[in-house]
């Protein structure tokens, strides 16, 4: 189906440097979820945003619904080699419709 | 266990066989998803349940692919005559309602080879 469009689509960082990655969509959302997909395993949710505005905190992580509904992003700081993954965006507005960005790769050298 | 669980976690299989997936989805939860994932790539949508009906199956790729839920938790997905295009992992998801305001929980796939 319909995908969120998510940037960047790689990120090759260094141990110690802080990360942000963002997603956009052309349509209003009220729900951005934010999933880190390991290699061999499912995506697992981090955060849940529901509300405009709405900036959320999970440990070294950070979330943002933005104000115009239709974007959102991620801030991960003092990244460490477990941050390796993929990382998805996910939108919906009152229906059932989830769609997914198509992720961003992260490596962490360190 | 308490997540959704999902098998084989990998199947190997010949092209043009049937092969069948299975997915435990949290108990209680009504919506379950499934997705197709290649390598390197974004989700792809295939199918929703919402109980036992599927609303939604605008994601299935061909009339190759089916998938059926029974008693409102375990769903399969069956694909038929398979080709070798069809390799990727398979995900299924569930959430308590299918809401878009409920977040989806992943199992961690079945990884699907065709040789």
């Known amino acids: 189906g319909q995908q969120l469009n998510q940037s960047p689509q790689s990120m090759f960082i260094q141990e110690g440097e802080d990360v942000s990655m963002n997603c956009t969509s052309s349509?209003?959302?009220?729900?951005w979820l934010w999933y880190k997909q390991d290699p061999g395993e499912g995506p697992v949710l981090l955060i849940a945003?529901?509300?405009?505005?709405e900036l959320t905190s999970n440990g070294r992580l950070t979330a943002q619904f933005g104000t115009t509904r239709k974007d959102s992003f991620l801030n991960i700081s003092a990244s460490i080699p477990s941050d390796v993954g993929i990382y998805f965006c996910?939108?919906?507005?009152?229906?059932?419709?989830?769609?997914f960005g198509a992720g961003t790769r992260l490596t962490v050298k360190p | 266990g308490a997540g959704v669980s999902q098998s084989p976690s990998n199947k190997v299989t010949e092209k043009g066989k049937d092969v069948e997936l299975r997915c435990d989805p949290i108990?209680?939860?009504?919506?379950l998803y499934w997705y197709r994932q290649s390598l390197g790539q974004g989700l792809e949508f295939l199918i929703y349940?919402?109980?036992?009906?599927?609303?939604?199956k605008s994601g299935l790729p061909s009339d190759r692919f089916s998938a059926e839920r029974t008693g409102g938790s375990v769903s399969t997905l069956t694909i038929q005559r398979t080709q070798q295009e069809d390799s990727a992992v398979y995900l299924c998801?569930?959430?308590?309602?299918?809401?878009?305001?409920?977040?989806?929980?992943f199992g961690d796939g079945t990884r699907l080879s065709i040789l």
């Open positions: 349940f919402q109980g036992n009906s599927a609303p939604d």
């Open positions: 945003l529901y509300k405009a505005g």
């Open positions: 108990s209680g939860h009504t919506a």
């Open positions: 349509s209003i959302f009220n729900t």
């Open positions: 998801a569930s959430s308590l309602t299918p809401s878009g305001s409920r977040p989806q929980h």
């Open positions: 996910a939108g919906s507005y009152n229906n059932n419709d989830m769609r």
